[in-house]
C-alpha cells in the first residue's frame, strides 16, 4: 500500500488505529503468532497478549510506553499465574463454604477449603483447614497447605462450614498468588 500500513481514522466515538504492523513484532503474521483468544461483547476475538505489548512497547520506546513497563509485566505475572490454576471445584467449593474429601497421596482427608492459588514455589496448592482422615504428622485437625497435583478424586461432602480455620489469612504468605479464597 502506497500510503502506509497504519492508518488512524477520526469517527464520532472517537479515533480507530488501524494497525497493519506493529513495530517491534511485524506485520500480521508474525502479529498473530502473539495473539490470545478471549470473548469479548460476546463474541470471540483475536486479542495483543501481554508478551506481544509488552515486546511493542519496548521497540516503539516512548516515555508514555515505557512508564507502562513494570504495570504490564506485572500484568503478565498474573496472567502466567492464572493459567497455572487447573481445578476449578476447589474455587466453587469455597465459594460455597462446602467441605470436600479428596486422597492426598493416596490418603483420604477432609477438608474445610480457605484459599486456593498459586504458591512461592510455583505451585498450585489449596490452603485448608482438615477437619478428618489421615494425616502424615498425626495432627488431623490442622490447618494444611496441600498440593493440587497430590490430590485426586476431589468431591464435596455435601457438609459446609461457617467460619474460616483460626489462623485463617486471605493474603497466606505461602502463596505468589491466590486465585480465590474465602
Not at 509488552?54 to 507502562?68: C, E, T, Y
Not at 462446602?98 to 482427608?109: D, P, S
Not at 502463596?175 to 479464597?181: E, G, I, K, L, T
Amino acid at each position: 500500500m502506497k500510503s502506509g500500513l497504519n492508518f488512524t481514522l477520526t469517527t464520532d466515538l472517537g479515533d480507530l488505529d488501524l494497525l497493519g504492523e506493529l513495530k517491534g513484532l511485524g506485520g500480521y503474521a508474525e502479529v498473530l503468532s502473539f495473539a490470545e483468544e478471549m470473548e469479548l461483547f460476546d463474541m470471540r476475538c483475536k486479542v495483543l497478549s501481554f508478551e506481544g505489548l509488552i515486546k511493542n512497547k519496548r521497540a516503539v520506546g516512548r516515555s508514555k510506553d515505557l512508564r507502562l513497563l513494570p504495570e504490564l509485566e506485572a500484568l503478565l505475572e498474573i496472567s502466567q499465574l492464572q493459567k497455572k490454576i487447573s481445578n476449578t471445584a476447589i474455587c466453587k467449593a469455597i465459594q460455597n463454604k462446602a467441605v470436600i474429601q479428596f486422597n492426598y497421596e493416596g490418603k483420604l482427608r477432609i477438608v474445610e477449603p480457605q484459599c486456593h492459588g498459586i504458591s512461592t514455589a510455583g505451585k498450585e496448592v489449596v490452603r485448608g483447614f482438615q477437619t478428618g482422615g489421615h494425616s502424615r504428622s498425626r495432627r488431623s485437625i490442622a490447618e494444611k497447605l496441600f498440593e493440587v497435583a497430590k490430590i485426586s478424586e476431589i468431591k464435596e461432602t455435601g457438609d459446609t462450614f461457617s467460619h474460616p480455620g483460626p489462623h485463617y489469612n486471605a493474603d497466606d504468605q505461602a502463596m505468589a498468588y491466590v486465585h480465590c479464597h474465602l
